[in-house]
């Protein structure tokens, strides 16, 4: 089943901070598709080059996480609802670009794959279902 995809689960993977949620996820991306808000692009690859500025990661680790990455199917979704992810980030006291995964799984009525604690409470309160 597709899904939405969080950057904080994307960054596990490549962390090595994998938890069981980020495995059913990597899992569930094998075998079908997961769907990201614009912003997901700009938060894994900030999150990869952080890791690589704190030593966590080579730059060589990076390069090649971010050749994995365009390898996976994941499609970005260029038309969030602005009203509908301003009102959710309201509502759930959650960063705007937090909301717009929420806004994304409420859209396309697809679970959810978040480390997020507040985005995955945000989630259920919504009732969309979280992937782990």
Request: glycine share 4%; aromatic share 12%; hydrophobic share 40%.
């Given at each position: 089943?597709?899904?939405v995809l969080d950057a904080s689960i994307t960054a596990a993977w490549f962390l090595d901070e994998a938890?069981?949620?980020a495995s059913v996820a990597w899992e569930t991306l094998r075998?079908?598709?997961?769907?990201?808000?614009?912003?997901?692009w700009h938060e894994i690859r900030n999150a990869l080059l952080m890791a690589e500025r704190r030593k966590r990661l080579s730059r060589t680790d990076v390069d090649e996480a971010w050749a994995r990455l365009r390898l996976l199917r994941i499609k970005i979704d260029e038309q969030p609802k602005d009203d509908?992810?301003?009102s959710l980030a309201r509502r759930h006291a959650l960063t705007f670009?937090?909301?717009?995964y929420l806004e994304l799984a409420l859209r396309l009525h697809y679970p959810l794959a978040t480390a997020g604690r507040a985005l995955g409470k945000a989630a259920r309160s919504?009732?969309?279902k979280l992937i782990g």
């Open positions: 089943m597709p899904f938890d069981e949620q075998a079908d598709s997961a769907s990201v808000p614009s912003i997901w509908e992810t301003r670009y937090g909301a717009a919504e009732h969309v």
